[in-house]
């Protein structure tokens, strides 16, 4: 955000009066407080929050860096840019500056964040940040943004808050852990010598003692209500007489402010003040163009500086004295009694105010008075010359709450602001159906309003972002077939949309088997995006040629594009500002490397991404550029955690209800089932296949169906079947460049001919592959397919000449027999049969074990004792490599000894 729409009063200590109540105590509270990471002040208006705050920091003899926070610092860049500014104001005069940086360029983000904290932590002075007014800030991201750097401030730091109510940060926990000090009123509140120390030194009254008591009791400390009262008793005559007929509820003083402070002001003092109560700030150019005051700037000048040596509660914000603003309750009654008085100034008074910010481009400004002014057309107006159409670093927030005022009749007769409401929704909130839902409408106003105005540019902007939503509810062919339409009506001077576009034509090639396509087109839409300024889609760009090159078989080439796009998240990404995008396409990045550290057989590692992949809401992507759940059972199976396998696929099953995600449920439960030699179940699951529904991206899903189906056919005993059913998907895998599926084929192919007693076939298949994979260093592919596997890689082992493919063949020999490969890959010899065979006794309790008989009913049925049952179990799963009993079972299938 660019320093000129910032206020530089904000960041100044505001002036002290020289008629100033001492409050020693208070002072000495916050010298002994201030050394813990957050000092709080909460207490409603009135009583004297800032004012003691500037005291204190007048007398402080370490750097001050003071923001005085207002209603437009409710947008979360604003608030962050105004922090920056603050602690550069101060002290810290390069801190925060990759954070200025960003203003530039980027939206601010939680990671630049993470730089302002190591740049306060690089600080070697103690620094107090004061933050006054905190009250003002009702946006929930701030919040949690403003607590993660609470939670991570350095020690030198030392933030001290003033609100009026109590802000909703994790102050719970900060107590706990004694991290916070707190003064709330009973500590502001006036005591009864206070009291008469202020209306003396400070009012310059003289009151007997039991006067000053009525006033104190019936103000009960609060200075404002003190003050109130005695600029009501400096123009009475009979002060006893007040005095006894004052009471101190607050409405009460509010009235006083109208009748008593304001009806004794000269007419043309009365008519500034109520004019001028709209306003948050005031300068005399800005009074002068509300009030019309005779005489120019110079009568306004004059004016401001006569409220405040009349003590009107005016407060400068600067030495010059150009700008004041009214005491918070002063400034409330007189709008109160403008309202109640000539209402029908209002809508003329915030119109002229609204012309004035305009003027100097203070849109955000300009823009809430309008609305005020119940000028819709104005208004509207402002936000358009307010949005700028080629960034994606539009302030959402406010424009959101600007254009939530809008009526329906409004936006629909303005498509473009339809479009920025739509997008204001999405950028601002987590994607939800109701989210979903309530773009719906403005949507449609803005589609149909471009296409009655033949805007091209508009109505394919219009059609992506709609596409853009499609994918995010799964509904991919639709999605397409919109970008299809969107693309001609998008010339190359409409960067950002028509980069959107691209992203998504890409990611139909990615899913239709056509990598080779994706790739031009993600090229093109990564420069476009990135000359924008859309981080969210230039990071998707970059994950989806990170999966053009795992689909091609680079996994190392994948591992760099999915890196850059973890790093450009990390760096980035603002949850305050892109919602739930920015979080999923950095789970989606690590969903990637799961499947590569699994690939590369770094089973903590994948497990360590898939935690952080799946954090957060599911979503439907997860199962389009990679396997989805299969990747999670294949994981698990790794692991030797079967159970936990078959748990997640029955949650998944009943959580579930979408067509397509449901068919690769039952894929991996077809998956799992093979590899515990549960070919029933598999067949099962074959002949359901041909009836499945095509859906967008059946292509994917297909080639991995007919992949485990020539796995069971292999399994059956039936190598020509496989053999004819890999044909097809390998020519079609050559021609599209698809290295990953071509590698699989040609395992496959390897143990069908080496099953078919083609031996130079199978070797040949197999050292193609092993060519192919030694650069990317694959071994899963190699592991999953298990001891017949192993087997021909042992027998292929003495021939080869080659020293970098036998040791590469030797590595994968050793993953076979390690603690990661444990649940699918037991030791071998070059027989196939196990290094520690079984005794004839352990293979009748194998027996009883695959019939499911407990630990008692092996027992009984070989008569022996229960301990000696258990004995075997425990050499029966040691020799065969298991966790379990599941485990051992299905290995012992596979070994042949079922």
Request: glycine fraction near 4%; hydrophobic fraction near 45%; include cysteine.
């Amino acid at each position: 955000m660019p320093e000129s729409h910032l206020i530089m009063t904000k960041f100044t200590v505001p002036f002290l009066r020289t008629q100033l109540l001492a409050r020693t105590h208070l002072i000495e509270q916050l010298n002994q407080s201030c050394g813990l990471p957050l000092v709080l002040l909460s207490a409603t208006a009135g009583f004297g929050k800032t004012t003691l705050l500037s005291s204190w920091a007048s007398q402080s003899t370490r750097p001050i860096c003071w923001l005085s926070l207002d209603e437009l610092d409710n947008d979360p860049e604003r608030f962050w840019a105004s922090v920056v500014t603050a602690l550069q104001a101060g002290s810290l005069v390069t801190a925060g500056d990759m954070i200025r940086a960003s203003h530039q360029s980027q939206p601010p983000f939680l990671s630049v964040l993470t730089s302002l904290i190591n740049d306060l932590a690089a600080s070697p002075l103690e620094t107090i940040f004061i933050l006054d007014d905190y009250h003002v800030i009702q946006e929930p991201a701030i919040h949690s943004s403003f607590a993660f750097l609470l939670d991570h401030a350095p020690a030198s730091l030392h933030v001290v808050l003033s609100s009026r109510v109590d802000p909703p940060l994790p102050l719970s926990r900060w107590r706990v852990r004694g991290r916070i000090a707190e003064i709330r009123d009973t500590d502001l509140r006036l005591s009864e010598v206070e009291t008469a120390s202020f209306l003396s030194q400070v009012m310059g009254l003289s009151l007997w003692e039991k006067e000053v008591q009525q006033l104190f009791e019936r103000t009960e400390g609060w200075i404002a209500g003190v003050q109130l009262a005695g600029l009501a008793l400096q123009r009475t005559a009979d002060q006893a007489i007040w005095v006894r007929s004052f009471r101190g509820s607050h409405r009460f003083i509010l009235d006083y402010v109208q009748e008593e402070i304001l009806a004794r002001q000269p007419p043309g003092i009365q008519q500034f003040l109520l004019h001028t109560a709209i306003l948050s700030e005031l300068n005399a150019a800005l009074c002068q163009a509300l009030t019309g005051e005779a005489g120019g700037e110079q009568a306004s000048q004059g004016v401001l500086e006569a409220l405040e040596r009349a003590n009107l509660f005016i407060v400068p914000l600067d030495e010059e004295r150009r700008w004041y603003r009214y005491h918070a309750l002063f400034r409330e009654a007189l709008l109160t009694h403008l309202r109640t008085t000539t209402p029908e100034m209002l809508p003329p008074l915030h119109r002229r105010a609204a012309t004035w910010y305009a003027a100097k481009a203070r849109w955000a400004l300009a823009i809430p008075h309008a609305l005020s002014a119940g000028d819709e057309g104005y208004a509207a107006d402002l936000i358009e010359r307010f949005v700028d159409p080629d960034s994606f670093r539009n302030e959402y927030h406010m424009l959101r709450r600007w254009l939530a005022a809008l009526s329906s009749e409004t936006l629909r007769s303005r498509p473009y602001l339809s479009s920025i409401y739509v997008n204001s929704l999405v950028f601002t909130s987590v994607l939800s159906s109701q989210i979903l839902e309530l773009v719906e409408e403005p949507l449609r106003w803005a589609e149909q309003g471009f296409r009655e105005a033949a805007d091209e540019a508009g109505l394919g902007a219009v059609l992506t972002m709609r596409a853009t939503l499609l994918t995010f509810q799964g509904a991919f062919a639709e999605a397409c077939a919109l970008a299809h339409k969107a693309l001609p009506l998008l010339s190359e001077q409409e960067q950002r949309w028509r980069g959107h576009c691209l992203c998504l034509l890409a990611l139909e090639m990615i899913i239709s088997g056509q990598p080779d396509h994706a790739h031009p087109l993600l090229l093109q839409c990564r420069t476009l995006l990135v000359k924008t300024g859309s981080l969210p889609a230039s990071i998707l760009a970059l994950i989806i040629l990170g999966e053009v090159s795992l689909s091609r078989g680079d996994l190392r080439q994948a591992e760099s594009f999915f890196r850059q796009a973890l790093a450009h998240s990390h760096e980035h990404e603002d949850p305050v500002r892109w919602g739930n995008r920015g979080s999923y396409y950095e789970r989606l990045a690590y969903y990637e490397l799961t499947q590569l550290f699994y690939e590369w057989n770094d089973l903590e590692k994948a497990q360590q991404y898939l935690q952080e992949a799946l954090t957060g809401a599911a979503h439907p992507w997860i199962h389009i550029l990679t396997p989805g759940i299969l990747l999670q059972i294949r994981l698990l199976w790794a692991r030797g955690e079967v159970e936990q396998a078959h748990s997640l696929m029955h949650m998944e099953a009943s959580r579930q209800s979408r067509p397509e995600i449901l068919q690769e449920i039952r894929m991996a439960q077809a998956w799992l089932a093979l590899k515990m030699g549960e070919r029933a179940i598999v067949e099962q699951w074959s002949s359901s296949i041909s009836q499945t529904a095509e859906h967008p991206f059946a292509h994917v899903r297909r080639e991995e169906e007919s992949l485990l189906l020539a796995r069971l056919r292999i399994a059956e005993g039936q190598p020509q079947a496989a053999l004819d059913l890999l044909s097809q998907w390998k020519q079609q895998a050559r021609v599209a460049h698809r290295g990953y599926s071509e590698l699989q084929i040609l395992l496959l192919e390897a143990l069908a001919h080496e099953q078919a007693g083609v031996a130079e076939s199978a070797r040949a298949a197999l050292l193609e592959a092993l060519t192919q994979a030694r650069p990317e260093g694959y071994q899963r592919l190699f592991l999953d397919e298990g001891i017949r596997m192993e087997a021909l890689l042992k027998s292929l082992l003495p021939d080869l000449r080659d020293k970098a493919l036998a040791s590469y063949v030797r590595v994968l020999l050793r993953a076979f027999v390690t603690a990661e490969a444990l649940a699918d890959a037991p030791p071998v010899d070059a027989a196939c049969g196990l290094v520690d065979p079984l005794t004839a006794q352990e293979q009748r309790v194998l027996q009883q074990l695959a019939q499911g008989a407990s630990n008692q009913e092996i027992a009984d049925a070989l008569v022996i004792q229960l301990s000696t049952a258990r004995k075997h179990i425990s050499s029966i799963l040691s020799k065969l490599s298991a966790a379990n009993r599941t485990q051992a079972i299905a290995r012992a299938r596979e070994y042949g000894l079922l």
